[in-house]
């Protein structure tokens, strides 16, 4: 077999009786270019200085286990698109042209699916399905001169979340008025998650956010949590927290974005007024106090030292003050309301034992 080599046709001048020149082929050993790789053909004629005998091993295909400490040329390489934000499972494409002279060798070192290196001034590489997460790949062309230059192509590989839930740190999601709890978002199997932002709520008001500090570039589950401190006004809210991935501008636009279901909150609380301490009531209509607990307390009202229920339609003599003994999760505990009655004609009276005696003598004296 003929050892590997360029063909080179000289003009041999032949002096037996003529001068007329022939073409005589030699064979000039070189280093190994790969078989992907079209050679050039080489002619030279007499006027012309011959040919090196060897190629520069330096153009000698790429490899990233070489011995070689890698030298950076000046060339001018380019990748479109020069980042790229992928979903995994989905393919990819890249294209890495070279518009520099002087550097014969082009090629790609990936981690799948590496394209043969060319002499061509581009080299596109394609990938059917990314199954990988921490990939860089890099483009590189290799000197005459024995350097080589490299450019890096950014590529984040994604996955949104199949799942979020949200859950309180106690198991029945029931809570103490005034006291702290965890709130837990958890986001199921989701890549990269330092690129993830969980935001949480309570109905439309955010209530905070949380990043993760977790560099893993494959999918992971985590759980964020959020501190809260819930007051009787929270019972029956719900909460819920969202997902978003942000991968920059290279990314799909709107963001990925995932949320929980919505968790309705219990919260227990101890009686608590619904009135106002100094009430005014028109004549004519309902005394309204209410008071409300979680669970709700009993409830019994006293007038001058007797139960009584709150009229329903107020008359002057109703004026006073009312106390509501309530008894509940928490223990017992009373509310006084001082209750005046405005008449028809506009007046306010505040009655008491005595201005009610008063009032009845003077109309006693008027119908007289």
């Known amino acids: 077999m003929q050892a590997p080599g360029w063909p080179i046709t000289l003009l041999m001048g032949h002096f037996f009786g003529s001068a007329t020149l022939f073409p005589v082929s030699i064979f000039i050993h070189a280093a190994h270019i790969p ?9 030279t004629h007499k006027s012309l200085p011959a040919p090196s005998a060897s190629i520069p091993s330096s153009i000698l295909p790429y490899s990233s286990n070489s011995a070689e400490p890698r030298e950076n040329a000046s060339c001018s390489l380019t990748i479109s698109p020069s980042a790229m934000v ?3 499972g989905d393919p990819l494409t890249a294209n890495c042209s070279l518009s520099g002279v002087g550097f014969p060798l082009l090629g790609w070192e990936v981690p799948m699916a590496a394209p043969q290196p060319t002499m061509n001034i581009f080299l596109v590489w394609s990938v059917d399905k990314i199954d990988k997460w921490n990939i860089k790949p890099t483009c590189y062309a290799l000197s005459e001169q024995g350097g080589k230059c490299d450019i890096e192509l950014p590529v984040i590989v994604y996955k949104p979340p199949l799942r979020v839930s949200i859950s309180f740190s106690d198991d029945g999601g029931m809570m103490i008025d005034g006291d702290q709890y965890i709130l837990q978002c958890t986001v199921h199997d989701v890549a990269p998650v330092e690129k993830l932002i969980v935001i949480y709520y309570r109905e439309q008001m955010i209530l905070g956010q ?19 401190q819930p007051s009787k006004d929270d019972d029956k809210a719900q909460y819920w927290c969202e997902a978003r991935l942000e991968l920059g501008p290279e990314g799909p636009q709107p963001p990925p974005v995932m949320a929980s279901q919505k968790l309705t909150a219990k919260v227990l609380y101890g009686p608590h007024l619904i009135c106002p301490r100094k009430l005014q009531v028109k004549e004519g209509e309902g005394l309204k106090c209410e008071v409300m607990g979680n669970p709700h307390p009993q409830v019994t009202w006293i007038r001058d030292g007797q139960v009584v229920d709150l009229p329903a339609h107020s008359q002057i003599e109703h004026a006073g003050k009312y106390t509501a003994w309530t008894k509940g999760l928490f223990g017992e505990k009373n509310f006084t309301v001082d209750v005046e009655i405005i008449v028809n004609s506009g ?14 003598l003077i109309q006693i004296f008027t119908q007289l």
Request: hydrophobic share 35%.
């Open 86 to 88: 992928i979903r995994f």
């Open 35 to 43: 078989s992907q790789i079209s050679t050039p053909f080489l002619t």
């Open 347 to 360: 007046k306010t009276n505040i009655h008491n034992g005595h201005f009610s005696i008063t009032l009845l």
């Open 210 to 228: 949380r990043k993760s500090n977790n560099t893993r570039k494959s999918s992971v589950t985590e759980v964020f949590t959020l501190d809260i």
